[in-house]
């Protein structure tokens, strides 16, 4: 990750970089290879309202930027406190970000053929071999016009597949007549 800290109307104290190489290395830790370059700008304001410092954090990150910006009256707790809004920010951008990843996976719904590999009519579910040799479970409620009792072992059907608690599932089966 590249660092530029910047100082306006100031002069960069040590212990202020210290701190900042301090929440370098806590990103790094947390957020491994998340962000590309990280520019803190800290200036020294004479607003007659606001005066002090403020204090202005830029992450680039994949396809986006987090800005996070900061007023107060000294620099340390600014710092402490912009890095950690930093971290809250970067910790819902990933979670955003495994969320769209496994947006398609949720609602997948890949339609496939296979036969029927073994049945339990009693027990009112099966088993669906795919030209892959997997195995896909089936229930009797998944069907589509017809019942357990008029499928046999061998048969071809065509089915949704799905993700289930114990892996794949069919969503809806459907025998090809």
């Given at each position: ?10 002069e960069?104290r ?10 370098k ?18 200036e020294?304001t004479?607003?007659?309202?606001t ?7 830029v ?23 912009a ?35 073994s049945l ?14 997997q195995?896909?479970?089936?229930h ?38």
């Amino acid at each position: 990750m590249e660092v530029q800290v910047e100082a306006r109307n100031l002069e960069i104290r040590k212990s202020w970089q210290e701190k900042i190489e301090d929440e370098k290395e806590r990103l790094n830790r947390h957020h491994p290879g998340l962000v590309h370059n990280l520019r803190i700008t800290i200036e020294e304001t004479t607003h007659h309202k606001t005066g002090g410092f403020e204090l202005r954090i830029v992450a680039s990150v994949p396809s986006d930027t987090v800005v996070v910006k900061r007023k107060g009256e000294a620099v340390r707790p600014l710092l402490v406190e912009a890095f950690d809004t930093l971290g809250l920010q970067l910790k819902e951008f990933q979670r955003k970000r495994r969320q769209t990843s496994k947006a398609p996976e949720v609602g997948r719904s890949l339609s496939g053929e296979g036969v029927i590999k073994s049945l339990f009519a009693y027990e009112a579910y099966g088993f669906i071999a795919t030209p892959e040799g997997q195995e896909v479970y089936f229930h009797e409620n998944s069907l589509k016009d017809s019942a357990m009792d008029q499928l046999s072992v061998g048969d071809v059907v065509k089915f949704g597949e799905g993700e289930g608690d114990k892996g794949p599932c069919a969503a809806w089966v459907k025998a090809v007549k």
